[in-house]
């Protein structure tokens, strides 16, 4: 990962509207949700949610499909992978035990 794709991700999270949007999204899973329940779920109006939601798609860190007259919205776990991973290369100089509680409770994580 280029350095400029981990700080427009970055940049898309250091605010507490698209860091709560996300994480809901996370929380989702694969089915993600509509726009309006995310809306509604972090008490935004649903043309904030939209923004909010567009700053986080062109951070590469949600995906959207149609469906019917809705437009669902998941996390990109593969992106978020990568920006972990970015975050965490080269930790610790060669010693993994101060890194381990991360990695251990990233395996944690299914989806």
């Not at 726009?35 to 700053?55: K, Q, Y």
């Not at 776990?77 to 409770?105: I, Y």
Request: net charge neutral; proline share 5%.
């Amino acid at each position: 990962m280029e350095s400029e794709t981990a700080i427009a991700r970055l940049s898309a999270l250091a605010q507490p509207t698209r860091l709560a949007a996300f994480r809901l999204l996370v929380r989702a899973g694969h089915d993600g949700l509509p726009a309006g329940e995310i809306a509604d779920a972090i008490a935004i109006p649903a043309n904030t949610a939209s923004a909010h939601l567009a700053v986080l798609w062109q951070a590469g860190l949600v995906h959207s499909r149609r469906h019917g007259r809705s437009i669902i919205y998941t996390a990109a776990f593969d992106a978020m992978a990568e920006l972990m991973l970015f975050l965490t290369k080269d930790c610790c100089q060669g010693n993994p035990d101060v890194c381990a509680p991360l990695a251990s409770g990233l395996r944690k994580v299914s989806c």
